[in-house]
């Protein structure tokens, strides 16, 4: 009874915490994203090539996705002849200091290991885009037709002839030229009926919304796990794996963490209990950087975007970053 009541203590001090930061940071990206449109920004990239990979972590901080929303991204920025520089920078930036990511290591661990973190993935970004520039890999991204190309339905597309039996060009999202127009698409009728379109505030706090529904229940998961292993994992055990302060643990914490696939929102409570138990906090986050930067999945979908070898760079650039970032954490701290 005594270790389920500091299991349920535990989930609910560190669930509770971790609610109200996701809550505020999901609101502030929401209104970010609407009043900071990320299509003029990927154009600002292109005329900044000189600080194109300052520029591309700085995107990459502002857009707190998952790696299937970040690739997609990239894509456009690819399409649009923005260097690979830019591009590494930002899928460096992107997973690995974004404001959610900084928000949940600010939560659980301070002011201070959240500074230096942001340091380490910010600057170890910008460099790696720098790097890539000044090597003969430089244009190891796929442009025009090497990039894959979804056929998605265009809202101003023309509409088919077998919707209509004039070749009358419409929109199905805006109101046709000419009422009573019979699309037989699906379009509704707007000749009589004018829908009003949501505010910008609207618009943000649906994103918002949406974005905590995505994220809380790995949140939730993280937290019923710290708790548990904070009532029920031996101490012993995680001395002996996973603790101390050798570089062989922080090399094997990175190397296991590449291939892995770690929600952030579940990694971070859970490391936090296991540090109290004895893990180091080296190998804690080289385990976190790693397996937040580059997972499989992540490379998998990178390799739509990169040649092979600037795949092979940005796999070298996560792995080297989680072991010097294991290194810095657990000799300053």
Known sequence: MEKLTIALDEFIHVGGALVIVIAVVSILTGFMREYIPQDKLQKKLTKHEKWGPLFGALFGMLTPFCSASVVPV??????????????????????????????????????????????????????????????????????????????????SAPAPTSCSAQPVAVSCCTEPTTANVNTGCGCPDTSSVTMAEPTKTQNALRFALALFKKIIPYVLIGALI?????????????????????????VIAAVIGVPLYLRIEMAIPLLNILIV??????????????????????????????????????????????????VLFQYIF
Request: charged content about 10%; aromatic content about 8%.
């Open 277 to 326: 138990k004895g893990m180091g906090l080296g190998p804690a986050m080289a385990l976190i950087i790693g397996g937040t930067g580059a997972s499989l999945p992540e490379i998998a979908l990178v390799s739509s975007v990169l040649k092979p070898k600037a795949v092979i760079a940005f796999v070298a650039l996560v792995l080297t970053t989680a072991i010097l970032g294991g």
């Open 226 to 250: 710290s708790g548990l292993s904070a009532a029920y994992l031996p101490s012993e055990l995680v001395e002996k794996y996973v603790g101390g302060d050798n570089m062989l643990s922080i």
């Open 74 to 155: 990239s894509m456009g920025m690819a399409t649009m002849g923005v260097s690979l520089g830019t591009v590494l920078s930002f899928l460096l930036s992107a997973p690995l200091c974004n404001f959610i990511v900084l928000a949940m290591v600010y939560a659980t661990f301070g002011f201070k290991i959240t500074a230096t973190y942001l340091a380490l993935t910010f600057s170890a970004a910008i460099f790696g885009g720098w790097l890539i520039t000044k090597t003969p890999w430089r244009n190891e991204i796929k442009r025009g037709e090497e990039l894959e190309k979804k056929n998605t339905p265009s809202c």
